[in-house]
T-cell receptor, first 115, second 112 residues
Framework: GDSVTQMEGPVTLSEEAFLTINCTYT??????LFWYVQYPGEGLQLLLK?????DKGSNKGFEATYRKETTSFHLEKGSVQVSDSAVYFC??????????????FGKGTKLSVIP | ETGVTQSPTHLIKTRGQQVTLRCSSQ?????VSWYQQALGQGPQFIFQYYREEENGRGNFPPRFSGLQFPNYSSELNVNALELDDSALYLCASSSFDSNEQFFGPGTRLTVL
């Protein structure tokens, strides 16, 4: 079945440091790929997405490129802020028939940014 | 535009009881999906509803069931609660045939 593997956390960075969170996937077909963010006590917010190979998703300074050859979708940000502290989830969306899409998530990576 | 809402926020039940969780979809969305997120884990797909019928299901037993209403809101019902059912239950809405889902804040269920 489909699966997503992301780097284990927690990750602790100083403010303005460079962030990379690795994500690789296994899927049949051509999934869309997503990064979601979860702030403490809240639900998931869509951060960015890419729907086909070589697409780059970007939002709020975060970027990720859909790499079909390495089945990866690594999240990057050039300069993190304290407000970026959250749990980040990589996910893929696979079509399961009759108009139905289901998301498969990684286990999440907790990021803490210290001043 | 109203986002996805869920109720209640928190719930405490005892083993063997039954529980109903509720979700209102985002304006303009007709499809609702439910996910279970255990502590420290990623969300796991339970099922999806479209046109008041189940339209896809993950690896969850039949004691997890759902409903969707004509206004596209939805309920998740869990019978014979077990300790392992303690989790954050997330509802997500989307347009039919869209792969982009928008999540509510979740309901935290604790089973004692």
């Amino acid at each position: 079945g489909d699966s997503v593997t992301q780097m284990e956390g927690p990750v602790t960075l100083s403010e303005e440091a460079f962030l990379t969170i690795n994500c690789t996937y296994t899927a049949t077909g051509y999934p869309s790929l997503f990064w979601y963010v979860q702030y403490p006590g809240e639900g998931l917010q869509l951060l960015l997405k890419a729907t086909k190979a070589d697409d780059k998703g970007s939002n709020k300074g975060f970027e990720a490129t859909y790499r079909k050859e390495t089945t990866s979708f690594h999240l990057e940000k050039g300069s993190v802020q304290v407000s970026d502290s959250a749990v980040y989830f990589c996910a893929l969306s696979a079509y399961s028939g009759a108009g139905s899409y289901q998301l498969t998530f990684g286990k999440g990576t907790k990021l803490s940014v210290i001043p | 535009e109203t986002g996805v809402t869920q109720s209640p926020t928190h719930l405490i039940k005892t083993r063997g009881q039954q529980v109903t969780l509720r979700c209102s979809s985002q304006s303009g969305h007709n499809t609702v999906s439910w996910y279970q997120q255990a502590l420290g884990q990623g969300p796991q797909f339970i099922f999806q509803y479209y046109r008041e019928e189940e339209n896809g299901r993950g690896n969850f037993p039949p004691r997890f069931s759902g409903l969707q209403f004509p206004n596209y809101s939805s309920e998740l019902n869990v019978n014979a609660l077990e300790l392992d059912d303690s989790a954050l239950y997330l509802c997500a809405s989307s347009s039919f045939d869209s792969n982009e889902q928008f999540f509510g804040p979740g309901t935290r269920l604790t089973v004692l």
